[in-house]
């Protein structure tokens, strides 16, 4: 487990500011202590300064790991973020898309979000920005890319993709092998 460098550290911030912008500080200076991003088998791991002084005596061999898995980086060096790190997304989101309930099944078996399943979405959002998708009763699914900005999604056609998938809850019963 070793802190991030600094190409690592900017791809990593680079993908939570599409999703949360500046509030990437509100991760970090938490009131309840500080938090950092450690890199372990190319996974970036969000965990508390106190845990982390605490696993430094077991051997990195022994270690499987440690605080919450935000995502990983891919052999080309990109990050891919995690549907471990949406309860943290979440509360920070810039960005917000409701599906209508009858969308929300198809969006957790991994499909992306049609206009006719559209509930709501914030103001101002612009086309290929990073948006938490919730259900109607404000319960988050998940995220994802919007493929339109909000002012296209008021005359596109009922079938046209709105956000594009990029992880939903229904990754822990479909992928429950690989999430750390």
Not at 2 to 16: D, G, I, S
Not at 39 to 52: A, F, G, P, Q, T
Not at 76 to 82: A, D, E, G, I, V
Request: with cysteine.
């Amino acid at each position: 487990m070793r802190p991030l460098t600094e190409a690592e550290t900017r791809a990593v911030f680079e993908k939570l500011g599409r999703y949360i912008g500046e509030n990437i500080q509100l991760l970090v200076d938490r009131p309840d202590g500080t938090y950092c991003f450690r890199l372990h088998r190319d996974r970036v791991y969000y965990v508390s300064e106190k845990l982390l002084k605490v696993a430094a005596s077991v051997p990195r061999d022994s270690l499987v790991a440690l605080g919450t898995c935000f995502g990983k980086f891919t052999k080309s060096q990109k990050f891919r973020l995690s549907i471990t790190a949406l309860d943290f997304l979440a509360p920070y989101a810039k960005f917000k898309v409701w599906v209508k309930p009858g969308s929300e099944q198809s969006f957790l078996y991994g499909n992306h979000v049609l206009k006719s399943g559209l509930g709501r979405i914030t103001e101002n959002t612009a086309q290929y920005q990073g948006v938490v998708v919730y259900s109607m009763a404000d319960v988050p699914l998940g995220f994802g890319v919007a493929a339109k900005s909000t002012q296209d999604c008021r005359k596109v056609d009922p079938m046209a993709i709105v956000v594009f998938h990029q992880a939903d809850v229904g990754e822990y019963v479909r992928n429950e092998d690989t999430l750390t």
